[in-house]
């Protein structure tokens, strides 16, 4: 049956086939970022807008979840069967130029294809995934996030597109920490709902660097900025520790990722100007190689000086895919206004440290650094991703092949049969 049809009818079929195979040994799509153990505790909540285009946002979330490497593998994976395919085209008629010419064009339409994929899902709206927790104790945290003031953020990306993100993507709370400056919570904190429990609140923070190390300050900004220097770049340790000393609250400082861990101070009774907290899990692309690769490390030394672990999205407006969520357990946080929320927040990090936070990400396989994986990347994934769909997700691709099929004509070609 399979020799009577055309290539692009059995593509169709095989992936067919993919998706139906693949649901025989399905997987949870969500895990604990410390332990790997399968998250039980809530599910990924995926919406009717997102069904309908299942297939091609299903794989631009899977593309946010790799790391650079795996990228590029990807990358060579494709490059490796489009020259496969030109090899076994008929050459044609036609002279030389116009055979050149024809393979110049389908080249040029190939790059423009995997180019615009990628292009669409960091650039265009579309719908997201997000997560729903079954404990009302749990906050759904983002502790790392940016807008278009920092000078790596999109432009245009303002702090209610910075809401409706989270929003769409299942948290609670969003601390927006701009790089050296305070004026993305101050563009967005005023539209705040009046308690946490009525929708996404963005609560103050800063993206500043001390010890020689870049890290997320939480909080109100006056424990900090009479410790920074005159370009607001660097917090003095002697300063932020007199401030400490006279002020209400130590400062809450997390430890970002990519980051070299032996810079890595934790606070103290004796040395306050250290981190409570450190990322296990950054979604940007150099954040996830380093987080992926020395999660064991982070684990580590989260263990040996009494950190908290987050997960955080490092989120500067590109992209349409949460990777990762921070649950902090609190009692009555729905009826608690911004402020006493996030003070809260940073009460429960300092005084839990170590089991403050409980971080869930997405499942994705990592490489472990193995050359082998990295160079299996492409079909190591898509095992993954077809493993880890829902019956919402596989019906929709059904849908869409069984269309595709028709379009096609999905049927033993009139040569073949005649050819029996």
Do not use: C
Not at 83 to 96: E, Y
């Amino acid at each position: 049956m399979l020799g009577r049809l055309r290539p692009s009818q059995r593509v169709v079929v095989g992936v067919g086939l993919y998706v139906a195979l693949t649901g025989l040994a399905p997987i949870t799509p969500l895990r604990d970022a410390v332990t790997l153990e399968p998250f039980s505790g809530g599910v990924l909540v995926r919406r009717w807008t997102y069904l309908i285009g299942a297939p091609l946002f299903g794989l631009q979330d899977t593309l946010t979840l790799l790391a650079l490497p795996q990228h590029f593998a990807v990358l060579a994976t494709l490059a490796a069967f489009y020259v496969s395919w030109r090899r076994r085209a008929r050459a044609g008629d036609g002279s030389w130029r116009h055979r050149v010419m024809r393979e110049v064009v389908l080249a040029g339409v190939a790059l423009v294809t995997v180019g615009a994929f990628y292009l669409t899902g960091a650039l265009l709206p579309r719908p997201m995934t997000g997560l729903r927790v079954d404990d009302p104790r749990a906050v759904v945290v983002d502790f790392h996030s940016h807008t278009g003031v920092s000078h790596d953020g999109r432009g245009g990306f303002d702090a209610e597109k910075n809401r409706a993100w989270h929003a769409a993507a299942g948290f609670h709370a969003a601390y927006i920490t701009d790089h050296y400056t305070w004026r993305g919570y101050d563009d967005g904190h005023t539209a705040n709902p009046a308690t946490a429990g009525s929708g996404v609140v963005l609560l103050e923070g800063a993206e500043l660097r001390i010890h020689r190390r870049p890290v997320v300050a939480l909080g109100r900004r006056g424990g900090y900025v009479p410790a920074l220097d005159s370009d607001s770049v660097y917090l003095d340790p002697e300063r932020l520790r007199s401030e400490a000393s006279t002020g209400e609250v130590a400062p809450t400082l997390i430890y970002t990722m990519p980051g070299a861990l032996r810079f890595v101070v934790p606070a103290t009774a004796a040395e306050p100007t250290g981190v409570v907290a450190i990322e296990i899990h950054d979604a940007s692309p150099r954040g996830l190689e380093q987080t992926r690769n020395e999660r064991e490390q982070i684990v580590a030394l989260a263990d040996s000086f009494d950190l908290a672990l987050v997960g955080v999205s490092n989120l500067h407006g590109w992209g349409r895919t949460a990777t990762a969520w921070s649950l902090v357990r609190i009692d009555g946080w729905q009826g608690m206004d911004p402020a006493r929320l996030s003070r809260e927040i940073e009460a429960t990090l300092h005084s839990l440290r170590r089991e403050a936070v409980d971080v869930v990400e997405r499942v994705v396989p990592h490489h472990d650094g193995s050359p082998v994986r990295i160079a299996l990347t492409a079909p190591l994934v898509l095992m993954s991703h077809g493993r880890a769909l829902s019956w919402g997700e596989r019906t929709s691709w059904m849908i869409w092949l069984l269309a595709l099929g028709g379009v096609l004509g999905l049927r033993p070609n009139v040569a073949a049969r005649r050819g029996r």
